[in-house]
């Protein structure tokens, strides 16, 4: 009951993004609340999604809007994917928007499990109204059949030049035995 809750809540947070073509995060027209893992500030709006479906960024792709099922209990083997959605970056003059992001993961025992530092979320072109935008840079995670149980923690850090904003993000999913 609880995940189905979760995944619900997911959904119904793209369904009212990509309703508004968000300049920021937005819930019935006004600025949505930040959270762990959806933040905003001055515009500029990042979400984390930690995700063991591994077809989400072909899904991305499609004129339908992608069901982004999150992922609260990891299967071992089976690789986790740390992708943001994100909105209202800044341009320079050139129209192009620079995004970068640090994707940290901890193990429950608080050391580093993995790190990708200065992935590109966006370089390139960012069309003016252009709505929510889906991560090109993205760190994977697969939990081997040694590591520990606990909770893992993701932290990536989200860095805009143009608004020269950083936003922090959080998430947790649980390795069972």
């Known amino acids: ?3 189905s809750r979760l995944i619900f ?27 762990a893992s959806m933040k905003s500030k001055d515009g500029f709006g990042a979400q984390l999604f930690l995700t063991q479906d591994a077809g ?14 999150p992922v609260t209990k990891a299967r071992r083997d089976l690789p986790i994917l740390t992708v943001l959605l994100f909105a209202a970056p800044g341009t320079d003059r050139s129209g192009r928007a620079d995004v970068m992001c640090d994707f940290i993961a901890h193990k429950p025992d608080g050391s580093l ?5 200065n992935a590109v979320v ?4 960012y069309p003016a109204h252009s709505g929510i935008q889906l991560s090109e840079g993205y760190m ?12 893992i923690r993701s932290r990536p850090e989200c860095m805009t030049t143009s608004k020269k904003i950083d936003l922090v993000l959080k998430g947790t999913f649980q390795v069972l035995r």
């Open 1 to 3: 009951m609880k995940i």
């Open 9 to 35: 809540a997911v959904l119904l947070s793209l369904i009212l993004l990509s309703a508004h073509g968000a300049e920021s995060w937005q819930k019935n027209g006004r600025p949505a609340a930040n959270t």
């Open 56 to 69: 989400v960024l072909q899904k991305w792709n499609t004129p339908e809007l992608p069901k982004i099922a």
């Open 113 to 117: 499990y993995g790190q990708q530092l």
């Open 122 to 125: 966006w370089k390139r072109e």
């Open 140 to 151: 994977g995670i697969r939990i081997e059949p040694k590591d520990p149980a606990g909770t």
